[in-house]
């Protein structure tokens, strides 16, 4: 069964620091790994996915993730945080043999940036 | 349309009254997806459609969860005799094609209150 752990509920930095939060995942054969960003009352926008390829992919408002296969991990980072980026964030994962079925969501983790 | 839309925003229900959600996903797209979300967790999966075809419901908790979408765009996820455990924010996505490496966009969700 796939499963995704986002194992930090919250994550605190102060804005221009960097930022990192963690997801680790589950999935028969290769992941599609994904990030989205929600904001209060609002939908969740997708921030960036790994597909194949080069381990780090860029995504928008300056974030990125890492792709670790040995580590089973995808944690999104961003170099310098900003106040704005304050949200809830979500790692999600597909496998490969399963083309066309839902994405599986970790818990959140919610990311505060202090001024 | 430019983005996915879900109506109403806000659903107020008496125990045992039947709702329905309506999704009209991006223009186009092949897949729409239901999720579930409750307060404090990140989206859980409860159907998916290509086109017309449900293709994967294993996520509908109950038979009184009811899921259509029957000319292959707008959905409506119908509840009947609402319990208050389905109290949450309901979640349509829908993505351009059937492949898994397609992300998937929001909408801004339906929040069921059931009283």
């Known amino acids: 069964a796939q499963s995704v752990a986002q194992p930090e509920d919250q994550v605190n930095v102060a804005e221009g620091n960097p930022l990192t939060v963690k997801c680790t995942y589950s999935v028969s054969g290769n992941p599609y790994l994904f990030w989205y960003v929600q904001y209060p009352n609002r939908g969740l926008q997708f921030l960036l996915k790994y597909i194949t390829g080069d381990n780090l992919v860029k995504g928008s408002y300056g974030f990125e993730a890492e792709f670790n296969k040995s580590q089973t991990s995808f944690h999104l980072k961003k170099p310098s945080a900003l106040v704005s980026d304050s949200a809830l964030y979500f790692c999600?994962?597909?496998?490969?043999?399963?083309?066309?079925?839902?994405?599986?969501f970790g818990k959140g983790t919610t990311l505060s940036v202090s001024s | 349309g430019a983005g996915v839309s879900q109506s109403p925003r806000y659903k107020v229900a008496k125990r045992g009254q039947d709702v329905a959600l309506r999704c009209d996903p991006i223009?186009?797209?092949?897949?729409l997806f239901w999720y579930q979300q409750a307060l404090g967790q990140g989206p859980e999966f409860l159907t998916y459609?290509?086109?017309?075809?449900?293709?994967?419901k294993s996520g509908l908790p109950s038979d009184r969860f009811f899921a259509e979408r029957p000319e292959g765009s707008v959905s409506t996820l119908k509840i009947q005799r609402t319990q208050q455990e389905d109290s949450a924010v309901y979640l349509c996505?829908?993505?351009?094609?059937?492949?898994?490496?397609?992300?998937?966009?929001f909408g801004q969700g339906t929040r069921l209150t059931v009283v």
């Open positions: 459609f290509q086109n017309e075809a449900q293709l994967d």
């Open positions: 223009s186009g797209h092949v897949s």
């Open positions: 999600a994962v597909r496998g490969t043999n399963q083309a066309g079925t839902a994405l599986i």
């Open positions: 996505a829908s993505s351009l094609t059937g492949v898994g490496n397609t992300e998937a966009f």
